[in-house]
């Protein structure tokens, strides 16, 4: 069973507001994600990290930012919140392996008015 | 381009029959494949996956069959159950990569 938690599960936020989707792992995995997902669409890959004080920008092109100061923590912020950040955004994690998989949080549902 | 493709949005079955779930690929470096579960604002649950060097693997009521010459995976569940309502997920990863590309989903209702 994956331990994988994300706070909050819902946010309504007015625009031009700062704020942090927080993701954390308990399993020791290296590598996290922050994914972005509309309903009826697939997965889009917004941003990754192999370890501490490692982060990429994933496939989708996201204004949010993403930090890996501990291995158990990758919290994503956006800095000024718009009505086009409305989505649902997941967290995940695995272990580096040749046949990695990625286990998920509960995500977080994010309305920004 | 989307390199995994779920083309159909959503399948009714009912309860106790078989569900068949579909996904093609394009990419011929994707050696890893899997299908994730998910609930209306929920994560997605890993449910089962395969390696390209199989061309079934087999979970309890989850079979998943892989045919690579045609790019082509499919998730079987038998007997279906309501609660196995849910939008599938099938996700492919290339060694190279190592991150997932994911198709669009389909959402399975299966009817008591």
């Known amino acids: 069973e994956a331990d994988i938690y994300q706070t909050p599960r819902y946010l309504v936020i007015g625009t031009g507001k700062k704020i942090t989707l927080e993701c954390s792992q308990t399993?020791?995995?290296?590598?996290m994600y922050w994914y972005q997902q509309d309903p009826g669409m697939e997965l889009h890959l917004i941003h990754y990290s192999y370890g501490v004080n490692s982060t990429e920008k994933g496939d989708l092109s996201s204004e949010s930012t993403v930090s890996r100061i501990r291995t158990e923590h990758f919290p994503l912020t956006l800095e000024s919140a718009r009505p086009s950040h409305t989505s649902q955004y997941l967290c995940a994690s695995s272990e580096f392996g040749p046949q990695e998989t990625q286990y998920f949080g509960p995500g977080t549902r994010l309305l920004v008015l | 381009d989307q390199q995994v493709k779920q083309n159909s949005p959503s399948l009714s079955v009912q309860e106790g029959r078989i569900s068949i779930l579909n996904c093609d690929y394009t990419?011929?470096?994707?050696?890893?494949f899997l299908w994730y579960k998910k609930y209306p604002a929920e994560g997605p649950t890993f449910l089962i996956s395969i390696s390209s060097i199989k061309d079934k693997n087999e979970d309890g009521r989850f079979t998943v069959f892989l045919n690579k010459s045609a790019k082509h995976l499919s998730l079987h569940i038998v007997p279906s159950q309501p609660g196995d309502s849910a939008v599938y997920f099938c996700a492919a990863s290339a060694n190279s990569a190592r991150q997932l590309t994911f198709g669009s989903g389909t959402q399975l209702t299966v009817l008591p």
């Open positions: 399993m020791g995995h290296d590598k």
């Open positions: 990419n011929s470096m994707f050696d890893y």
